[in-house]
């Protein structure tokens, strides 16, 4: 047949795809399966009632399913022409409940509120084949449906990373066509505070900017605007924000920002490193209660939902302990320590927001000295603290079995779709207790580039265990997502694997060959790892390679993993550098200990790390000193030694002490070149490395070079982890 005839069928024919329930996510609560057809064409009209809001989800709908397929319906009166039609049932029982029935005629979906008729038109969507076409048809189907827990959320972290509106708006996209319907947004921390407040400038001039171990500045903040636009946005897609302003801990970047707000008043940065600080509002201060006071107004006031949450997690007590004003205020209100002024703290909080109309939500720490029922507490320390809750009278959320920062490969798809997080037998006669339960995405390892591979698909999978907890066929489930996906390409969601990370690194070097080697785990096949070698940010038309790549010239090295040409993590840095103690026999006095021990010779591969310890390129000590010598092989003139630490005193690891080089022919007989003493403040939260190079005009020829640093040890009083060992951190001794 010509081809032109071909295509004037295909215009008198177009092309019919058929749609059927059998990839729907969350799985619904009935499926019925009927007769026939509905034929969904340009002629179909969208009828719905006259009020705003199902006006409203008429247009979600008909822009949902132009955006999708390609057809642009019109929203009109009914007629006896095929329609889909948005209709208020009261017979359609159960909060968020609704009914879909799809015939030859029409689509009808019902529901008794306006919640109800939005997740219908969801479940239509879902109906809808990828790609677009002139028509398709839906297979006949009755679906009745409601969700098990009314709190089906996900929590993400901007105050660690932040997150550009327009991938917070993308996210509630997400979350809205799988039917969670909180978004837990975590808006202040110690290392930024994310909300403009007008009446304390400061907090985003100051407090929303940190300087990162290599000088840069990194942060940003929402305005006021912002807010109000994410809250509206999310609103017309049936999911509530609730904001999190973290008291009276993790309060860094506010104290950045008004020193006087913690009970020492002295200046600090914002920290760049991750971990506990000891910096949080002085409880005997009553400018802590008038700034927090005016912060949740403002913040009430631009967020609708009923909930504020606080925080309430982590609160080291020693300010507290030693401040005059906090003991009096012990005194004052009959309190019997620190964990008692905590308490009052919290329900000085939750009358506040009382007075608002908002109820308070913090994590299960706001329990220790006793916390008032009427707050609900969402719980991530375990099944201990939900029945301490329960037995309470607190209204419940689970989080802690779903924390999606952790690694995929520790916590699958799968395992997340496995999970009861109520078998616990403490929920036992307090299930009208429970509200449900959310995935926190905490960011201290996450930024916009990994985002989203981190949420999906595990939270789809949370998504369906929420809505149907009955719905507990893992290989169906597997199905269904996979059907997903061509959607979720076509939205461009950089979307991670079900059950390993996205890339693992391993780098090697080989010094028979002088070669460097990277080899990487990919966890998609169609990744493709793109580099540059010059320092630069590799883009979608750098060179590229798939499992391994060598190199044999020394070079600074940045990879990073591409799919359908979008950019999935931030770029991986390897710095080869040449050195004369390349691949030598290194000896120790004392072992690294085995967490920080790295693979091969870390300190003698050549490769300079980053600030993060736990790249495999830093080796550390716990507690012990550093003890090292290098077998030149044989004697070896030099003219430079260079030796870099790492200081993230939130983490416990600081400067050394002291660092001494010294050489010998022998081994035995040992002249020492150097010895430099080391200034350490274990109350310096920056992130910092410390370079100790020593130099000479005139070439040192020995065999042996040995290098000592001298651990901090105990940390100090007044530290998060005082009477611990600290740890001590270096990543190369460079020989040149």
């Not at 009209?45 to 949902?64: H, K, S, T």
Request: aromatic letters at 10%; charged letters at 20%.
């Amino acid at each position: 047949m010509p081809r032109h005839l071909v295509a004037l069928l295909l215009l008198a024919f177009p092309l019919c795809t058929q749609a059927t329930a059998t990839g729907v996510i969350p799985q619904p609560e009935r499926i019925e399966a009927g007769r026939g057809s509905f034929a969904l064409s340009p002629n179909v009209r969208i009828v719905a009632p006259a009020d705003r809001r199902a006006q409203e989800i008429a247009a979600f709908l008909r822009d949902g399913i132009r955006e999708d397929s390609g057809i642009a319906l019109r929203i009109g009166a009914a007629t006896r022409q095929p329609r889909i039609e948005l209709r208020t049932d009261p017979s359609v029982q159960g909060e968020e409940a609704y009914r879909l029935s799809v015939t030859t005629q029409r689509i009808e979906i019902a529901a008794a509120d306006d919640r109800g008729l939005f997740w219908g038109v969801q479940t239509l969507r879902q109906l809808l084949p990828p790609g677009h076409h002139a028509s398709l048809s839906i297979a006949a189907v009755r679906i009745d449906d409601a969700p098990r827990y009314a709190w089906r959320g996900v929590m993400l972290d901007a105050a660690r990373h932040f997150i550009p509106v327009a991938l917070v708006k993308q996210q509630i996209d997400l979350l809205s066509r799988y039917k969670l319907n909180v978004l837990h947004w975590h808006l202040t921390d110690d290392q930024g505070w994310r909300i403009e407040i007008r009446k304390y400038p400061r907090l985003t001039s100051v407090g929303a900017w940190r300087t990162e171990a290599d000088g840069s500045r990194s942060g940003g903040f929402y305005t006021r605007q912002d807010i109000r636009d994410v809250v509206e946005y999310a609103r017309q897609r049936n999911v509530m924000i609730v904001p999190e302003i973290e008291m009276p801990g993790h309060a860094s970047a506010a104290v950045a920002a008004y020193p006087s707000l913690s009970c020492p008043q002295q200046p600090i940065e914002v920290p760049a490193t991750w971990g506990v600080f000891t910096d949080i509002y002085c409880a005997g201060d009553e400018a802590s209660f008038t700034f927090l006071h005016d912060v949740l107004s403002e913040v009430a006031e631009l967020f609708p939902a009923p909930y504020i949450h606080i925080g309430g997690d982590e609160v080291p007590k020693q300010q507290w302990a030693q401040s005059a004003s906090s003991q009096q205020r012990m005194r004052d209100e009959h309190l019997a320590g620190v964990d008692a002024l905590q308490s009052w703290f919290i329900q000085r909080i939750q009358r506040d927001l009382e007075a608002r109309g908002k109820t308070l939500v913090g994590w299960d720490e706001i329990l220790e000295g006793g916390a008032d029922r009427n707050a609900i507490v969402e719980m991530w320390r375990g099944d201990a603290e939900a029945a301490k809750a329960l037995a309470n009278g607190n209204r419940l959320i689970v989080a802690g079995p779903f924390y999606l920062d952790t690694p995929i490969e520790e916590l699958t798809t799968q395992d997340i779709y496995r999970i009861n997080p109520f078998a616990s037998p403490a929920f036992a006669g307090h299930q009208d207790q429970v509200l449900g339960a959310e995935a926190p995405l905490w960011s201290e390892y996450v930024t916009p580039r990994n985002l989203e591979a981190m949420l999906y698909p595990r939270a789809v999978a949370l998504a369906e265990r929420l809505w149907n907890p009955d719905a507990n066929d893992y290989a169906d489930f597997q199905q269904r997502l996979r059907a997903q996906y061509p959607w979720l390409d076509a939205q461009h969601i950089a979307y991670g694997p079900e059950d390993r990370d996205l890339v693992d690194y391993k780098l090697d070097y080989n010094p028979l060959q002088h070669r460097w080697r990277v080899r990487a785990a990919r966890g998609f096949d169609d990744i493709a790892l793109h580099y540059t070698v010059d320092g630069s940010e590799p883009t979608a038309q750098s060179p590229s390679f798939g499992d391994v790549l060598d190199r044999y010239v020394p070079a600074t090295l940045k990879v990073a993993p591409f799919r359908h040409g979008v950019p999935y993590l931030p770029s991986q840095t390897f710095q080869a550098v040449d050195n004369k103690a390349l691949g030598k026999p290194v000896t120790y006095l004392t072992a690294p200990d085995p967490h920080y021990a790295g693979a091969g010779s870390p300190l003698v591969d050549g490769v300079i790390g980053d600030d993060n310890f736990n790249d495999g390129l830093w080796m550390g000590w716990r507690g012990n000193d550093l003890d090292a010598t290098i077998d030149l092989l044989p004697a070896t003139p030099f003219h430079h030694i260079q030796m870099r630490f790492l200081q993230q005193s939130g983490s416990w690891a600081l400067l050394p002490r002291h660092v001494t080089y010294a050489v010998s022919d022998d081994g035995k007989t040992w002249r020492t070149l150097q010895s430099t003493p080391i200034p350490v403040d274990p109350k310096d939260l920056r992130a910092m490395i410390r370079t100790v190079r020593f130099d000479t005009a005139t070439p040192v020829t020995a065999r042996y070079l040995r290098v000592t640093a001298q651990n901090y040890g105990m940390l100090p009083p007044g530290h998060e982890g005082a009477g611990k060992p600290a740890h001590l951190f270096t990543d190369e001794i460079l020989v040149q």
